[in-house]
């Protein structure tokens, strides 16, 4: 069986997310495993901290 690992910044509960995960299991019967923030975070790398 293939194992496709899947990741992204907008979320484990994105529409586009689970519908490519659904189409990898369906088209290539593979394992899936989803590595995602539990909210969105795109553009994250470009923030700052402000604490000490």
Do not use: Q
């Not at 990898?24 to 470009?46: G, I, W």
Request: hydrophobic share 40%; glycine share 4%; aromatic share 4%.
């Amino acid at each position: 069986m293939k194992e496709i690992l899947v990741t992204n910044d907008d979320g484990f509960d994105s529409k586009g997310l689970n519908k490519l995960v659904k189409m990898l299991r369906k088209e290539f019967k593979a394992r899936v495993t989803v590595v995602a923030p539990a909210s969105e975070k795109s553009a994250c790398a470009h923030s700052i901290s402000l604490k000490n």
